[in-house]
């Protein structure tokens, strides 16, 4: 009699087969596994794409305490489903807890995580390091702000998007050991990866988002040392240096980095929680300044850095409405051009399809010849293309020329229905602060025509 082998019967090679499915999504192959769950990629068919699904390993030792705690790090990311929503922040869809073994539903990331580059025989661009560390800060500050506390940053657990084999991006993932300050149910303390791991924690005390921050300082000095800051074969003399020794100067282990790159590591790796930055905000703004004041070589990264976009949008009165993650979607979905002077933006009786917000540089606004309006960073123009009820509306009535080289962050009607309901309404409203300023000035000029002129 012929016998068909079960989903999850062992190969040749001892490696369990894949199972066809999970729930209603079918497995296209094993992404990797730990001591107590292993991750597939599958493919959702009713929604068209591809997802990570995190399954907790059935537990065949019968050991009740490991079992427990399973149990306890997937009611933790559970609890999340659905609640964060972050650029650079891996998306829970769903948690199905199935009585032999429950599972997450996550998105899925293309590429790697930063374990390997990690070594000292693969390590990244120093400006690279410094952008990863931004937008981990700008992210886990937007995770504390919602009452959590990750308690497990670490390289495996920051996931690199790679593009032609560079990193491109990062996403934080697997909050299995997150606290929730708002949960009311008991949970476990005292999780984490030891070397990376703040003395509080090992202590543990009550936690704040300095806790975080220590980890990602000591992720940062991996990314640069190829070490982690300390490093010992038995756990005591581990926690002996967490506790007591310094780390040792980034720059004596790296050529070119500089005394301030070193100090705003050494900062957030500060063995007391008052002694590192007050906030995720003054770290992010600490890691953008090294960029901004070329205290990094710039290297692989020649063009503009995302962070540097997303500075550059906090300043501008069009997005003073906007939080992170509204900006952050502007950065990623918007059209960034630049400008020669004299330039055309839009000649008279063109249709536009559409519309730019200065961020640099100005642009002059002519009538039939005749100059009726300059306008600097931080104001839009042809948004009709995106307001206009009718194509009629959308042809331009004056020519908009570049008086001064300008960088233009440009949507179209098309693109701007991708970003999120929350982003595209802040839009809306910045574009009635827009007509209303320009409904005043045009009263004003009627009102008082000499104190215009």
Partial sequence: MKTVPTPFSASPTDEPALPSHIGKYRV???????????????????????????????????????ERYSERFFAAEAALVGRLNHPNVVQIFDAVPDPVAPYLVMEYVPGSTLRPFGRPDN????????????????ALGYVYRQGLIHRDVKPANLLAVLTNG????????????VLNLSADTTQIYRVGSLAYMSPEQLDGSALDCRADMYSLGAVLYQLIAGRPPFDAQVQSAMMHQIYHVKPASLA??????????????????????????????????????????????RGQLQGVLDSERFNLLRTLDFFSSFGDVELWEVVHRAKW???????????????GNSFHILAQGEVEVFR???RVAKLGPGTSVGEMAYLAPNPELKRHSTDVLVSEPATTISFTPDTLVQVS??????????????LVRRLHVAHEALAHPRRIL
């Fill in 28 to 66: 296209l192959r094993r992404l990797g596994e730990g001591a107590t769950a292993e991750v597939f990629l599958c493919h959702d068919a009713f929604k068209g794409i591809d997802v990570a699904i995190k399954r907790v390993r059935p537990n065949a030792s019968g050991d009740a305490t490991a």
């Fill in 123 to 138: 390590l990244i661009a120093l400006e690279l390091v410094v952008e990863i560390g931004f937008k981990c800060a700008m």
């Fill in 166 to 177: 560079a990193v491109t991006d990062v996403k934080i993932s697997d909050f299995g050991s």
């Fill in 252 to 297: 004596s282990l790296r050529d070119g980095v500089s005394p301030a790159l070193d100090a705003t590591i050494q900062r957030a790796l500060a063995k007391q929680p008052e002694q590192r930055y007050a906030n995720w905000e003054e770290f992010a703004q600490a890691l953008s300044a090294l960029i901004t004041n070329q205290q990094v070589p």
């Fill in 337 to 351: 051009q630049r400008f020669h002077f004299g330039h055309a933006l839009y000649r008279k009786g063109e249709e």
């Fill in 368 to 370: 039939d010849g005749k």
């Fill in 421 to 434: 309901p929350g982003c595209k309404h802040l839009f809306d409203e910045a574009f009635i602060r827009v």
